[in-house]
């Protein structure tokens, strides 16, 4: 599938690997049962040129480290995860993103709770690069459409584009 997804033009391809953060899985399984795999598909992928990012759900925090140690790649964060040591850890060597949380912010809160909570992110992320501000998981269908726009037009204001 990735390698199709690249073949048809894609920037990078995304894993779903939702069960195996630590609200479902130890750290210590993860570390026997998925990270290898996950590993192995990363430097597979990256040998044919190919970007790959995870997105493990729940709090990641945990996992963390053990993330950091895998080749550079994409990671998707739940809204869940300890943004500030996300960045200190997986963020020194790959992509983050996210990690807006999609359901009690963009598609519940108000179009000013989204702005806060981009710019609160935006300050955490922003030095040194390697991020895109997103949500953290699939964002609701009924996500009322001015805080989408509210989130992208933040995000310019932060100068993330510089």
């Not at 995304?14 to 998925?34: E, H, K, Q, Y």
């Not at 970007?51 to 080749?71: E, N």
Request: proline residues 6%.
């Amino acid at each position: 599938m990735h390698r199709a997804l690249a073949k048809a033009g894609a920037h990078f391809t995304s894993l779903g690997d939702s069960l195996a953060g630590p609200d479902v899985t130890s750290p210590r399984m993860f570390n026997r049962f998925a990270r290898p795999y996950e590993e192995r598909l990363i430097k597979d992928l990256a040998a044919d040129g190919i970007f790959v990012v995870i997105h493990i759900c729940g709090d990641t925090s945990l996992i963390l480290d053990s993330l950091s140690a895998c080749a550079p790649c994409g990671f998707e964060l739940d809204y869940k995860t300890d943004a500030a040591k996300a960045k200190s850890t997986v963020g020194a060597r790959h992509v983050l993103f996210g990690n807006i949380d999609p359901s009690g912010v963009l598609a519940q809160g108000t179009a000013p709770q989204v702005r806060e909570t981009v710019r609160q992110l935006v300050s955490v992320w922003k030095p040194g690069g390697r991020f895109i501000l997103n949500a953290g998981c699939a964002i609701p269908s009924t996500t009322p459409s001015e805080n989408i726009h509210a989130m992208i037009d933040t995000v310019k204001e932060c100068g993330v584009y510089d």
